[in-house]
């Protein structure tokens, strides 16, 4: 007989959910990715029936399917959906589900609340008896606030589900462009010889939003962009970026070379932090044409030392990146909405052009908006003059080289392989454990040195330490 499947959202009503996960579901279930028995059952505090829920959902679902909503799916898949009211650290909150989950065999428990819920819903999970061998818990990051945080929640969740059974999710690894990177890296010839301290003189890798905090201050304001965005997303951008090839693809062989990265990044402590972290917490200003409040005005005028903007300058020291500097910034309400990675190779060793004229080669991979790849090489200008140079742009643009590809969420990937038990696109316990180290100190060191955020205006590209941090090198931000 076929197992009976079930995916449950804890935080159902919650912005991730609404936007992310539901929108996922419903994408998966009009491309007939769904298994056919899957029910889906969503749990939160708020008070509402199935029919209430069901009713809410699909008008998020609606605006982020826009054009691609269709009826008929959305019917395929409310008929699938139920809704559980309950307070998760209540143990009789769970009967209902319990109920609804008898004869399910694999069950995946989706955790999009707050990491301070994490391992209770664990421990009611196993005590209602709902943590059995085909039950899978998948936990958003950050995983705790630090690493002493971060150990409590995976021992609880170790003791209910197993290691084996715990799926620990950063969106960024589904992206279908973070994915291109290893492709980009391992299925190519052309770089990976250059891709060393003998031919790169940095890198820069940028997470650039524009959006404020907006409805999600109360969480923000107690993680800040260092444990929001760096812990996870950039330092496995940089991971990706920096790893040794794997053997193959074996999940746990890509989930070494990473670990291999994370403990050769060197730790910026009190002494460091002044001279290679910068943090910043945006004023009003006004971003993509619009006025729009300061961090501390969004929730009517709280004070808050919360960093809303970090840049830092990290180095690993190993073999094959020693004195190279990996610049990482992220943001709030800066300039433009962009993810990319910037390789800036070395100059030429010998100049036989004038040296004005010549540019190091650049390697740009952008993730967001859009998906493109361009390397900056130098050439000769068209002009009467023997030999002037111009740098030009090889382009590749991966949205219009798979014009008729849909561009999926990244949780599409990731519900569809947590629900198989492929954890590939899942980060490990030690990877997250090794993260949290890098992070702590560098937090201990702003406690220290009481470094509080520097104020920035909406719209801009944060405060102007950020530039000394890269100028300080003889390096800019690539913008
Ligand atoms: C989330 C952070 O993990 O990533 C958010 O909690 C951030 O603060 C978001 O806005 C950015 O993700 P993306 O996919 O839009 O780059």
Known sequence: ??????????????????????????????????????????????????????????????????TLFSEDV??????????????????????????????????????????????TIACQLKEAGLAHGGARIAVEKPIGRDLVSCREI????????????????????????????????????????????ASVDHVQITVAETIGVERRWSYYDSYGALRDIVQNHLLQLLCLIAMEPPSDLDPDSVRNEKVKVLRSLRPIGAGDVERQTVRGQYRKGVSEGVAVPG???????????????????????????????FYLRTGKRLAARTTEVVVQFR?????????????????????????????????????????????????????????????????????????KGNSFLFVRRDEVEMAWKWIDDIIDGWKEKDMKPLPYSAGSWGPSSAFALTERNGHSWYE
């Open 74 to 119: 959305w019917s395929r898949l409310a008929a699938r959906m139920h809704y559980c009211e309950g307070d998760v650290t209540v143990p009789k909150t769970y009967a209902p589900l319990v109920k609804l989950l008898e004869g399910v065999t694999v069950c995946v428990y989706y955790l999009s609340t707050s990491p301070n819920f994490f391992a």
């Open 154 to 197: 995976e021992s609880a969740l170790d003791e209910t589900f197993g290691d084996d059974r715990v799926y620990r999710i950063d969106h960024y690894l589904g992206k279908e462009t973070v994915q291109n990177l290893i492709a980009l890296r391992f299925a190519n010839t052309l770089f990976e010889p250059l891709w060393n301290r």
């Open 295 to 325: 961090y501390t005005e969004e929730t009517g005028g709280s004070a808050s030392d919360t960093e809303t903007f970090v840049a830092l300058a990290a180095h690993i020291d190993n073999w094959r990146w020693s004195g190279v500097p």
């Open 347 to 419: 100059e030429v060793p010998h100049y036989i052009f004038p040296r004005s004229d010549m540019i190091a080669n650049r390697l740009t991979i952008r993730l967001q908006p859009e998906e493109e790849i361009s390397l900056q090489i130098m050439n000769k200008a068209p002009t009467l003059e023997a030999m002037r140079l111009k740098p030009l742009a090889l382009d590749l643009n991966l949205s219009d080289a798979f014009k008729k590809q849909r561009r999926r969420i990244a949780y599409e990937r990731l519900l569809t392989e947590a629900l």
């Open 1 to 66: 007989m076929a197992d009976k499947k079930a995916i449950v959202i804890f935080g159902a009503t919650g912005d991730l959910a609404q936007k992310m996960i539901y929108p996922s579901l419903y994408f998966l279930e009009s491309e007939g990715h769904l298994p056919p028995d899957l029910m889906i059952a969503g749990f939160a505090r708020t008070h509402a029936d199935d029919q209430g829920f069901i009713a809410q959902t699909r008008k998020d679902v609606m605006d982020n399917a826009g």
